[in-house]
């Protein structure tokens, strides 16, 4: 084939609206997923396909639809493939999971479309055994289709909260309570906000039906102050927005506070491909935007490589429409997590390393400014496994938030973008069986 | 009084340009310690850490001796730790590499010993199998680089000893007698300069209109996941391309002088996936258990070096009052006591050992 490979990163909506439409125009195209099966987070298949999680009817049609045409496109899947990150010389990499080992590709374009990552705010205890993610404890679900054992509390903000309650009720294990941190969910200003979003509306009832059957109301205005470890499971103090404190003793906790693109492995190098990132990983704004906003990308790249572009307004159209639906749905939550003025020092904050608050507020108590680079080599913030994409964000905050200097340093100055952007086991590496290198 | 801001500018604020500082404080003089970016944070910072005198070249030992004695010193500031450390061969070469060199570090004052195959096997069970032939170092260890930036900041303070961070100097000016340094609109004076600028010493010297044949290498250091503990000790291998370490909170550092990369000019250097792949598969060789542990970030730090690759400590040749220290092969172990010299050298005083003369005639090939 004489045209040039695009790899696409990531096999949710963007990543396979992106490979379609750029297979659509002819283009030699490999899709990279790092799991098992494609779908991403908002349409991940079950390991066993009798054992699925009643998602919203029309989620299932649009995820069929976009199946069936890409099994009968040109696009190559490879699943079980792990994006690594971009070498010096340009060169991607990546895991291939199947075999073990890490392998090269030269595309002329690359398409980052790897979704987002959850944002949860500290509290302490929040690195305790037991301790999830709203979105990791779907993605638990929607693959095993069953609901986790026990008492879960679900705390934090935002529309995933009632969606992980209600498939947990579906699924026969109702969550014990939901603590929705925002006091503005039923104010006057909602509802004209919802009507300008109807699909979410809809969305929205829907899992409070299912909830209310379930007798679950979520609590507005209340959230989690502390978890610890009592009798083999979790206790828990909250907060409601009386000032009311309680005690309430769990197997689980689920928090959540928002999405936030992820945005790791951005080394636009200069001898690189040329990078266009797409859906949620490009900018949070759900499932049907990362719909358009994969073709946008592909249409990016056709024109970079010099392939004419079918003019169409539709999917900026669609863009605009659910950004603005995402905007009215932002005002409705709650981000912003606990007051770290409330927070103990014991706090921990990088739970890959178990950096505390007060060694981050430490490091601060000087009269020198405080660099990135002197958080992750001092402080050791961002250093473990993640790279930082768990606690960069809320660092630069905290340290923006502590500190007149002119310039604090940015969540992207912490997050790591060296390769490898993820965790790769040596024996990927060492390709060769083992052998002796001077030999 | 004397018309100089300072009596001596330190152009770089690494080991050598802060050890030196604070030796040249004791003797009485007031330094100024001018660095680009933090304290600590170039090679200082970033090199694995090992203290190793198995890998250190005979005609260094006594200084690399001295500074195992000055990191022993600084202790758990520095993340000091001396945990022995063994040397492997793999094959029949390999253990006639290492019984000839070893042998020569012996002589030259290293407290080196031979180890037999039973006896490391019933030490270290978690080494491969394929060794024929290992040596053993007691005083060996390592210490955390990465603390040595703050390490030297809370020496500086401690000390009473200005430094000015984030200030890449722009230019040097010869006065009468003397040097102005301009430094980001501001301008200091000294009647002496040290240029201790390590990887970017070309350049900090080209100030001056010395041309210095150093060149830079890209040294690779990886880091793994914190995995259950394979060994307490340090590991090398013959050839000297290995170094390994298990840190405290698990995760195992490699490294051994595997080349990325790009120059200091162009800012920090890149990994090499070939050099990498080859780095790690010396390293899973030796430690068969690494196959399964995931690395979670590889990085590289500049060395400089000269072709002789012997030390550059002395005065810079056919400048009054200009002083140059960098290019120390093992400059991380070497580092705090080489500077100590360099100060004593500057302060006029009698030297315990000999420094390297920057003026020396190099073989340029």
Known sequence: ?439 | MSPFDYDIVIVGGGIMGCGAALRLAEGGMKPLVIEKDDLGQGASGVNAGTLSLQIKRVKLMQYALRGHHEWEAMGAAVGFHKTGGYTLAFNAREAELLHDRMELKRQAGAPITFVSRDELARREPELSTNVVAASYCAQDGYANSSLTGQYYRRRLADAGIEYQEKSPVDRIEALGPGYAIHCGGRKVTAPRVLLAAGGWLRQAAAMLGLDLPVRARVNTVSVTEPGPRLTPSVIGHATGLLTLKQKANGTMLIGGGWQGTGAPEDGRGVVSPETLLTNLQLASFAVPALRNWRIVRSWTGFEANVPDFYPLAGKAPGLDGVFILGCVRGGYTIGPYISKLMGDFILGRTLELPLFDPGRIFNLE
């Open chain 1, 1 to 439: 084939m004489s045209s040039p490979e695009v790899l696409v990163i990531g096999g949710g909506p963007a990543g396979v609206s992106a490979a379609l439409e750029l297979a659509r125009a002819g283009i030699d195209v490999t899709l990279c997923e790092q799991g098992p099966r494609l779908g991403g987070a908002i349409h991940r298949q079950p390991d066993d396909p009798t054992q699925s999680v009643r998602v919203p009817r029309s989620h299932k049609q649009r995820w069929q639809a976009m199946s069936d045409e890409l099994a009968a496109s040109t696009v190559k899947v490879l699943c079980r493939h792990m994006f690594a990150g971009i070498e010096a010389t340009g060169a991607v990499l990546l895991e291939d999971r199947i075999h073990g080992r890490l392998v090269t590709r030269r595309p002329a374009a690359l398409v980052l479309a790897m979704g987002a990552i959850e944002r949860v705010a500290p509290v302490p205890g929040w690195h305790l055994p037991g301790v999830v993610t709203v979105g990791g404890l779907q993605v638990m679900m929607k693959s095993t289709g069953r609901a986790p054992d026990g008492d879960v509390l679900i705390a934090g903000s935002g529309p995933l909260l009632v969606a992980l309650a209600a498939q947990m009720a579906s699924l026969g294990n109702a969550p014990v309570a939901v603590l929705e941190r925002s006091t503005r969910l039923m104010s006057v200003s909602v509802i004209a906000s919802l009507l300008r979003a109807p699909a979410y509306l809809w969305e929205a009832a829907g899992y409070l039906l299912t909830l209310a059957r379930s007798g679950i109301l979520p609590r507005r205005g209340a959230f989690v102050t502390a978890i610890a470890p009592r009798d083999g499971r979790l206790s828990v103090t909250t907060l409601d927005r009386h000032g009311r404190e309680r005690q309430m003793l769990v197997d689980r906790v689920a928090l959540h506070d928002g999405l936030l693109p992820n945005s790791n492995g951005t080394m636009a190098g200069q001898h690189g491909p040329f990078i266009v990132r797409a859906g949620d990983c490009r900018e949070v704004l759900g499932g049907t935007a990362a719909l358009a906003d994969g073709r946008l990308a592909a249409h990016a790249v056709l024109a970079q490589i010099g392939k004419a572009v079918r003019a169409t307004k539709v999917p900026a159209a669609i863009l605009a429409r659910e950004r603005q639906a995402q905007a009215a749905l932002n005002t409705l939550f709650d981000y912003s997590g606990r007051d770290p003025a409330q927070l103990p020092d014991e706090t921990i904050i990088c739970r890959c390393e178990g950096r505390t608050l007060g060694q981050l507020r430490s490091m601060l108590s000087g009269d020198d400014p405080v660099s990135a680079r002197e958080i992750k080599l001092n402080g050791r913030f961002g250093m473990g496994a993640c790279q930082g994409r768990f606690c960069a964000e809320w660092v630069a905050s905290f340290v923006a938030s502590q500190r007149a200097d002119g310039s604090p340093p940015q969540a992207s100055e912490i997050v790591g973008s060296r390769w490898p952007v993820k965790p790769v086991p040596i024996a990927a590496f060492v390709t060769l069986p083992p052998s002796h290198p001077s030999e």
